[in-house]
T-cell receptor
Framework: KQEVTQIPAALSVPEGENLVLNCSFTDSAIYNLQWFRQDPGKGLTSLLLIQSSQREQTSGRLNASLDKSSGRSTLYIAASQPGDSATYLCAVVSKTTDSWGKFQFGAGTQVVVTP | GAGVSQTPSNKVTEKGKYVELRCDPISGHTALYWYRQSLGQGPEFLIY????????DSGLPNDRFFAVRPEGSVSTLKIQRTERGDSAMYLCASSVAGGPYEQYFGPGTRLTVT
């Protein structure tokens, strides 16, 4: 059974520092991995989607890498800003026949960027 | 274009009552997903529709939960005889088709059962 873990659960950094967020999964047979941002009491905003054949995706200050063989993905946010404060979640779609299209989420990393 | 919308944004109900939560997916998206998120946790899958049919309802916790999508667009999640443990954020997502495509989430409905 796929397990998705995000460590640490919380992270605080000063403004301007680069953020490094980790996501690990136990079964490397995945179709894709998606990173989301969630503000308190709100829904999820999609940040980046990485297909299983890709090694990384980039969008602006965001870069996400995927290493299927080690079951890890890393989200890098360059030059963090207070507006980056939120919870960041990763989710995978596994290749098991009963998981077609449905995401399995980690519990998230809560990020605070201090001015 | 318009994103995924959910109504109501907040719902407070008494234990034992019936509630309906509505989701409007992005126009043209054939796949629709419902998730439930408890405080401090990641969302957990409930049910997935491809068109009008429930392709996977393995995440529904018990028979008090039911969902429909009669015309292949709007979906309603129905909860009978609500319990305090049903209190959570209910999230809806849609994607262009069923399968490992990018999912777009709505703002959620916060359900509180008193």
């Amino acid at each position: 059974k796929q397990e998705v873990t995000q460590i640490p659960a919380a992270l605080s950094v000063p403004e301007g520092e680069n953020l490094v967020l980790n996501c690990s999964f136990t079964d490397s047979a995945i179709y894709n991995l998606q990173w989301f941002r969630q503000d308190p009491g709100k829904g999820l905003t999609s940040l980046l989607l990485i297909q299983s054949s890709q090694r990384e995706q980039t969008s602006g200050r965001l870069n996400a890498s995927l290493d299927k063989s080690s079951g890890r993905s890393t989200l890098y946010i360059a030059a963090s800003q207070p507006g980056d404060s939120a919870t960041y979640l990763c989710a995978v779609v596994s290749k098991t026949t009963d998981s077609w299209g449905k995401f399995q989420f980690g519990a998230g990393t809560q990020v605070v960027v201090t001015p | 274009g318009a994103g995924v919308s959910q109504t109501p944004s907040n719902k407070v109900t008494e234990k034992g009552k019936y509630v309906e939560l509505r989701c409007d997916p992005i126009s043209g998206h054939t796949a629709l997903y419902w998730y439930r998120q408890s405080l401090g946790q990641g969302p957990e899958f409930l049910i997935y529709f491809q068109g009008t049919g429930a392709a996977d309802d393995s995440g529904l916790p018990n028979d008090r939960f039911f969902a429909v999508r009669p015309e292949g667009s709007v979906s309603t999640l129905k909860i009978q005889r609500t319990e305090r443990g049903d209190s959570a954020m209910y999230l809806c997502a849609s994607s262009v088709a069923g399968g490992p495509y990018e999912q777009y989430f709505g703002p959620g409905t916060r359900l509180t059962v008193t």
